[in-house]
């Protein structure tokens, strides 16, 4: 899951125009809704676990909420795809098998 979550971060901030990047931080924070009270919650965690967030500005760290948020988002989205999709190729080969075993009968 990590893998897809720093994957997310890579090309939302390499890729994307500084256009899409405000875009879509835009989508987050209404499908988040956060109040202020929870916004500065998860702000103050960000802080703890990464203390050179500390010196990041306000704006820049409401930003990163939003961000991880996506990343978190498109990670879980990885994971259920790469789930379904193990469990897909495993009903298959499953299917195949009997396939197999019944002609041998």
């Known amino acids: 899951g ?11 901030r390499l890729l994307l125009k500084d256009s899409d990047i405000q875009l879509y931080l835009n989508r987050a924070k209404k499908e988040l809704n ?6 500065a919650s998860k702000i103050q ?4 676990n990464v203390p050179s967030y500390n010196n990041l500005s306000d704006k820049k760290l409401e ?16 994971k259920s795809k790469t789930i379904k999709t193990n469990t897909a190729s495993f009903t298959q080969t499953i299917a195949v098998s009997d396939s197999q075993i019944s002609k041998l009968g």
């Open 2 to 12: 990590t893998e897809f979550h720093e994957a997310f971060h890579a090309v939302f």
């Open 34 to 39: 956060l109040s202020k009270t929870q916004l």
């Open 45 to 48: 965690s960000l802080k703890e």
């Open 63 to 78: 930003e990163l909420v939003y961000e991880e948020y996506m990343a978190d988002r498109f990670s879980d989205w990885q």
